[in-house]
């Protein structure tokens, strides 16, 4: 049987449609996928993210092990609180996962995995963290809930108890606090303002009724997936992979190359690549007629060869189809997209697509 | 539960018929279909004067989640397809059995509309997918 996230019982009340998603009953949606992705760009929605792996790594050397497994680095959180993406690479530069790591005190850090690579994910934690003596301890008891859009604070911060409202109210963007069990980001995967809220499983549920009663509408795993389409942001899985580099997924600007002499896993390989040059990137793509771009169609590039698309949808706030696609390195203004064994001319573009409701490329 | 019309019959892809007094048969896609795919985003309809044959895939509903095939439930002519769905797509969710028809064929066969399920059939169909 599926594993269920302690808001299951909600989402089965709010008519959400469950589907699998890496193993677990997941909302995909509750009715229009297209309304709650609106709903999040005008006023505010919740996502039950419980599914996620949250992961917390004590230990003096921490930081120093840290430095060591991640290819971005570290060392720029210098304030608690304060959270970074990055990539978790092996040996040969492939992207292991991407992550969202917090950083509360020198001998303590907080890192959110995704889901679907849970197992191969702590599998590699235990085994790096070994040799400095880090412990890596999984927090299947909490639970996590994401409010998201131009309303998601003032409709979250009342809600909270004194002390996480008062700590919650002053985060700046990219950084979280706890208040007990409770601890509160200011993060999201939406390309919107908001909160990203690990509890304890106990209390999820009241919580999620104290948010709908306030207004803040549940929203599926759907709408996540053309949110976080729209805002720019990848997905592992489907954008990048253990076959594919932070450099041809479009996230060099995660990798910390100095200082020089740090060593992360993957470093080397990933500066031989950086040599030697990557001969294919990842691009936004906007379909100039009609039709939806989907995941895996063949990307068409006149002089330069052929690509594929990593994530392709309909964008409900542009009202025409987006993708990311990984094509030919020397790819430049249009390509040619097959859908259905037609030749449709899509744009090149450069994501985000959309920020903070607003659209960020010209139709 | 779906609303599944008792004058309609209904084809094991999800398609709906009506025939018409003209003996033309219009056709789009069930309400458990519409509701399984979810908002629609883009509808490709196919060319009128256009001939198919049954069971022939000839037109695509894409919503957000996924595009799906629309196969003819008879084998014909295609002599009018519905124009609006090009500029609201969500017709088809909204208004599955009315609105929301996709295109009318006249039958090269009328017979073969014998093949397909009655509401009770279908319904029965739908009952058996769910396991």
Known sequence: MANRTPLYDEHVADGGKLVDFAGWDMPINYGSQIEEHNQVRTDAGMFDVSHMTVVDLTGDRTREFLRYLLANNVDRLKDSGKALYSCMLNESGGVIDDLIVYFLQDDFFRMVVNAGTHDKDIAWLEKQSAAFDVTVTERPELAMIAVQGPNARDKALPLLSDAARAAASELKPFFGAFDGDWFIARTGYTGEDGFEIVLPAAEAATFWQQLRAAGVKPTGLGARDTLRLEAGMNLYGSDMDESISPLEAALGWTVAWEPAERDFIGRAALEQQRKQGTTQKLVGLLLEGKGVLRNHQKVVVEGAGEGEITSGSFSPTLQRAIAFARVPKATADTCQVDIRGKLLTARVVKPPFVRNGEAQIEL | ?131
Not at chain 2, 51 to 78: F, M, R
Not at chain 2, 93 to 115: C, H, K, M, S, V
Request: charged share 25%; glycine share 8%.
């Open chain 2, 1 to 131: 539960m779906s609303n599944i019309p008792v004058e309609l019959k209904y084809a094991k892809t999800h398609e709906w018929a009506r025939t018409n007094d003209d003996g033309s048969v219009t056709v789009g896609i069930s309400d458990s279909a519409q509701d399984q795919l979810g908002d629609m985003v883009f509808i490709e309809v196919p060319e009128v004067g256009a001939t198919v044959t049954a069971e022939e895939a000839c037109a695509v509903v894409e919503s957000v989640k996924a595009a799906s095939d629309v196969y003819a439930p008879v084998g014909g002519e295609i002599v009018e397809v519905n124009e609006d769905l090009a500029d609201s797509p969500e017709t088809v969710n909204e208004d599955a059995y009315g609105e929301g028809w996709i295109f009318r064929i006249q039958p090269a066969d009328a017979g073969e509309l014998g093949a397909l399920m009655d509401a009770e059939a279908y319904e029965g169909f739908l009952a058996s997918q769910d396991h």
